[in-house]
C-alpha cells in the first residue's frame, strides 16, 4: 500500500509478515512503486561461476513504470548504480508504524 507523510509517498510492503517500507517513487519517472509487483531475479556473478541464476525469490520490487528492479530489505537497483531511501517499521499491538 501506499501512504503520505507530509509530501512524501511511501510505499509500505507485507512480505510474509515481514513488512518494508521504502520511497514510493520510482527515480526513473515517478511510476508508483507501490502498485510494482514482488518477485525474484536472474543473477550472475563470480559466485555463480557467471551462470545465470534465479534469487532473491518475493524481495524483488519491480517498478511498474518500466520493470526496474530494487531489493525491497536494502532499497538497491539491481543493475544501477541508485538506492531508494528505507524505512524503519515498527508493529505494535498490531499497529503498523513508521519510524521516521
Ligand atoms: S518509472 Fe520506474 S522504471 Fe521507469
New binding site residues.
Given amino acids: 500500500m501506499e501512504v503520505k507523510v507530509g509530501s512524501v509517498q511511501i510505499a509500505v510492503f507485507n512480505v510474509d509478515g515481514d513488512f518494508f517500507a521504502l520511497f514510493g517513487r520510482?527515480p526513473?519517472?515517478?511510476?508508483p512503486l507501490s502498485r510494482g509487483r514482488l518477485q525474484g531475479t536472474v543473477i550472475c556473478n563470480a559466485d555463480t561461476c557467471w551462470e545465470t541464476q534465479w534469487a532473491h525469490e518475493g524481495e524483488v520490487l519491480v517498478?511498474p513504470?518500466?520493470?526496474?528492479e530494487y531489493n525491497i530489505r536494502s532499497g538497491k537497483a539491481f543493475g544501477y548504480d541508485l538506492k531508494l531511501r528505507t524505512y524503519e517499521v515498527a508493529v505494535e499491538d498490531g499497529q503498523v508504524m513508521l519510524v521516521m
Fill in positions: 520510482c526513473h519517472q515517478s511510476a517498478c513504470g518500466h520493470g526496474m
